[in-house]
C-alpha cells in the first residue's frame, strides 16, 4: 500500500440531532449523563472549570479536551467531593504538575487518565490518595528522567501508559517494574469492564479483609426517589406538549400559510455536527479543521452542487456518507484519493464485522475497540492490516482483561502471508468452489439486444488445514492460444480482477492462477465479458390502456435455455399506471401480487423449466378523472437465477491442492447464473 500524502487524519462524523433513551441519559448544565450508571459526559466542552452540577454520587468523569487549568485550588476542591469516581479522564487539560494535593481523598477511583496535560514532573506520595488506582495514562506529555514517584505509589498500579513520552520510552522498562506495559493504546470510556457500582457498607482494610463497622450511610432511595418524580413529570410534560400539537395542527388545517423561501429546501444547522471519533496519525493537521467541513457542505447542497472532496484553505476532505455517519478524512497534501476512499470503505468493512450495523449507537458502544482498530489499520498516515479476519484475532470486543497478558499479534501482520494465519487444522479439508455470473441485458421494445455482458465472480469457501498452495485451471482462450489447445469452448476473459493472495507475476506469464487461500470465504476473482447474450428469459407484452376506465395486461413468457436447466426464483415486474385500482390477475402458473408502492404487478413463479412458455393476465381500473402528468414507459424487469448453467461457458478445468503434509482434500464446484440489471422495454 501507498503513502496517504504524508499527514492525514481520519475522523468520523455524525450529522444530525443526537438520540438516546430519555430514562437512561439526559443533560445536566453542559454535561450529558447516564441516569443508570451515574457516568457524565463532559468532554470537547471548552470548559474553564468544573461544572457544579456533577452529581457527588458520579462514577465515571470524562472531562477530557477542555480549558480547565487543574492546578487551580477552586478545581481540586470540586474534584475532592467526587468520592464515589471511580473513572476519571482529564486528559487534553493544563496539568504540568502533579503534586501531593492535586488528586487526593478519591478511594475509589481506579481508571485515572492524564494523557496530554502537559505535564512534566511526578512528586513523590502524589498518588498515595488513591489507594484503589489500577489503571493510570501518562501518554503524550513531556516527563523527564529521573522521575520523583516512588514505588509505594505505583504498587497498586496493574496498567501504566507511558506512550508519547519519548525520553520515558527509553527506561519505561525499569519504571514499571511488575506492571503490564499495554500493547495497544487504551483510552477512557464508559463501557470498561471495571465496575460502576456505589460503594457498599463494607469497606475493604489493608490485609484484604472487609470491615463491616466502617460503613458509610446509602442514598440509593433518595435517588431512586428523584428519579421517579423525574419520570413522572416528564410524561405529564409530554402528554401535556402531545396533546397542544394535536390542537394546533386541527386549527392550522383550516387555514393557508406562505410558502417561505426558506422552506423549498431542507434546512440543517450545522452546529449540530458532532465528532463521535478522531484520529491524528501524524499531528500535523488542526482537528479544530473539521469544523469546516458541515458549512462547506450545507452551502454546495444550497447550490444544487456536489463533490466527494471540498476543500477549505490549505486542507482537504475526502468523505463518504454510510447511513447517518460521515467518514471524513483530512490532508494538506496531493494525497491518492482512489487509495484513501478505498480505504475508507475497507474501514466501513471492517467496523460492520465487529458491530453488525454501522451507526452512531455502535460506535458510542465501542469507543476502546474502534481506538485500537483505527491504531492498528493506519501507522503514521500509511494503511497497515485492514484484514478484519486477522485483527480479530488479537483485537476483541471483551477488551483486554487485567488478569491476562495481552493478546500479542498473530505472526501473518508481518508475514509475506498476511492474509491466512499458521497453524490452522481441519479434520476434513475441503474447497468449495462458486461460479457466480450476473447476466445484465436491455432489450427494445421492439426486440433487438441494445446492451448485453456478463459480470462474473469466482468465489470461495476454504476448509483446509496448515498453508496449502492452490492452483486452479480455466477453459481460458488466452492459455489454449499459448499452450496450442484447440480452443472450440473456450472463454476471453476481460477485466480481470485478483484477491491479492493471487502471484499476478506467474499469471501473466503463463497464465498460470496460482495462490495460498485466505481461510474461510473469501473471493478469488472477478471478469467481465463484453459479449452479444441470448435472452434467456424473453417477454412479450401487451397493455392496453382504455382512458377513464381500465387497463388490461397480457404478459407471455418464455424461457430460451435448455430444457435440463430450471429457473428459480423468478420474479416478473411489470409496471402499471401509478392511479390503478382494483386489481384482477389469472396466470397459467405461480402467482401474482400488486405492489401499489412501486406500481408494479409482481409475477412468481418458483420453478421456470428450459423450453417453456407461460401466459399472465391482469386486469385495472382507472379512475374517471385522468391525471394531467405523463408517466414515462418504465420497462419490464426480470429476476431469476439457474443453478448448474453458466452462460459464458466458462469451466473449471481443475484445481489442484499441495500441502507440504501431503493430505487429501476434496475440492468442490458449483456454477450459478443469475439476472442482473435485466430489462426489457414495452410498448
Not at 454535561?31 to 470537547?44: D, H
Not at 385495472?620 to 431469476?640: A, D, H, M, Q, Y
Request: proline share 5%.
Amino acid at each position: 500500500m501507498g503513502s496517504w500524502g504524508h499527514g492525514l487524519c481520519v475522523v468520523l462524523c455524525f450529522w444530525g440531532t443526537v438520540s438516546g433513551s430519555m430514562l437512561q441519559s439526559r443533560t445536566v448544565g453542559p454535561c450529558t449523563v447516564n441516569t443508570g450508571t451515574a457516568s457524565f459526559n463532559c468532554s470537547w466542552r471548552k470548559l474553564a472549570h468544573i461544572p457544579t452540577e456533577i452529581w457527588d454520587n458520579a462514577t465515571t468523569l470524562d472531562l477530557s479536551q477542555n480549558h480547565l487549568n487543574l492546578t487551580n485550588p477552586q478545581h481540586l476542591r470540586q474534584l475532592q467531593r467526587l468520592d464515589q469516581l471511580v473513572n476519571l479522564n482529564l486528559s487534553g487539560n493544563y496539568l504540568p504538575l502533579l503534586g501531593k494535593d492535586n488528586l487526593c481523598s478519591l478511594p475509589s477511583l481506579h481508571t485515572l487518565d492524564l494523557s496530554g496535560c502537559q505535564l512534566t514532573s511526578i512528586e513523590a506520595g502524589a498518588l498515595q490518595g488513591l489507594p484503589r488506582l489500577g489503571e493510570l495514562f501518562l501518554g503524550h506529555n513531556r516527563l523527564q528522567v529521573p522521575m520523583s514517584v516512588s514505588t509505594q505509589d505505583i504498587v497498586t498500579i496493574s496498567f501504566l501508559d507511558f506512550h508519547g513520552n519519548q525520553e520515558l520510552e527509553r527506561v519505561s522498562d525499569d519504571l514499571s517494574t511488575g506492571i503490564r506495559r499495554p500493547f495497544h493504546r487504551k483510552l477512557l470510556a464508559n463501557d470498561r469492564e471495571h465496575p460502576t457500582t456505589t460503594p457498599t457498607n463494607t469497606m475493604t482494610t489493608a490485609n484484604g479483609t472487609e470491615s463491616p463497622g466502617q460503613s458509610r450511610p446509602s442514598h440509593s432511595w433518595q435517588y431512586l426517589v428523584a428519579v421517579l418524580v423525574t419520570a413522572i413529570s416528564l410524561s405529564l410534560l409530554i402528554a401535556s406538549l402531545a396533546k397542544c400539537q394535536l390542537v394546533r395542527r386541527y386549527l392550522a388545517s383550516y387555514r393557508h400559510t406562505r410558502l417561505t423561501e426558506q422552506d423549498t429546501a431542507s434546512q440543517c444547522d450545522p452546529n449540530s455536527l458532532e465528532v463521535l471519533i478522531s484520529r491524528n496519525y501524524m499531528g500535523n493537521m488542526d482537528m479544530n479543521e473539521v469544523d469546516h467541513f458541515m458549512p462547506i457542505m450545507m452551502r454546495m447542497e444550497e447550490d444544487a452542487d456536489s463533490s466527494p472532496l471540498v476543500t477549505h484553505g490549505s486542507a482537504h476532505f475526502l468523505w463518504i456518507k454510510h447511513r447517518n455517519l460521515y467518514l471524513v478524512a483530512m490532508t494538506k497534501k496531493n494525497a491518492n484519493a482512489a487509495l484513501v476512499y478505498s480505504f475508507l470503505y475497507k474501514m466501513v468493512e471492517v467496523f460492520k464485522e465487529y458491530f453488525k450495523e454501522l451507526e452512531e449507537e455502535s460506535i458510542r458502544d465501542n469507543f476502546v475497540t474502534v481506538y485500537e482498530l483505527m491504531d492498528e489499520v493506519m501507522d503514521f498516515g500509511f494503511p497497515q492490516t485492514t484484514d478484519s479476519k486477522i485483527l480479530q484475532e488479537y483485537i476483541t470486543q471483551q477488551g483486554h482483561k487485567l488478569d491476562v497478558g495481552a493478546p500479542r499479534p498473530p505472526a501473518t501482520v508481518t508475514n509475506a502471508v498476511s492474509w491466512r494465519s499458521e497453524g490452522i487444522k481441519y479434520r476434513k479439508n475441503e474447497v468449495f468452489m462458486d461460479v457466480i455470473e450476473s447476466v445484465n441485458l436491455l432489450v427494445s421494445a421492439t426486440g433487438s439486444v441494445l446492451r448485453s455482458e456478463i459480470v462474473g465472480s469466482i468465489k470461495l469457501k476454504v476448509v483446509l488445514s496448515g498453508m496449502p498452495e492452490l492452483r486452479l485451471g480455466l477453459n481460458d482462450k488466452v492459455l489454449f492460444e499459448i499452450t496450442g489447445r484447440e480452443k472450440s469452448k473456450t472463454v476471453e476473459l476481460e477485466d480481470v480482477k485478483f484477491h491479492q493472495c493471487v502471484r499476478l507475476s506467474r499469471f501473466e506469464n503463463d497464465r498460470t492462477i496460482s495462490f495460498i487461500p485466505p481461510d474461510g470465504e473469501s473471493e478469488l476473482m472477478s471478469y467481465r465479458l463484453n459479449t452479444t447474450v441470448k435472452p434467456l428469459i424473453w417477454i412479450e407484452s401487451v397493455i392496453e390502456k382504455f382512458s377513464h376506465s381500465r387497463v388490461e395486461i397480457k404478459v407471455k413468457a418464455r424461457s430460451q435455455f435448455k430444457s435440463r436447466s430450471t429457473a428459480n426464483n423468478v420474479a416478473i415486474m411489470v409496471p402499471v399506471p401509478s392511479d390503478a385500482d382494483s386489481p384482477k390477475f389469472k396466470t397459467s402458473t405461480g402467482s401474482c401480487k400488486y405492489l401499489p408502492e412501486k406500481s408494479v404487478v409482481q409475477w412468481n413463479i418458483k420453478s421456470f423449466p428450459g423450453g417453456k412458455e407461460y401466459m399472465m393476465r391482469a386486469h385495472f381500473g382507472l379512475p374517471s378523472v385522468e391525471s394531467t402528468e405523463l408517466e414515462g414507459r418504465r420497462p419490464i424487469t426480470v429476476n431469476f437465477e439457474i443453478p448448474y448453467f453458466t452462460v459464458s461457458g466458462i469451466q473449471v478445468r481443475y484445481l489442484k491442492i499441495i500441502e507440504k503434509s501431503g493430505y487429501e482434500a476434496l475440492p468442490w464446484v458449483r456454477y450459478i447464473t443469475q439476472s442482473g440489471d435485466y430489462q426489457l422495454r414495452t410498448n
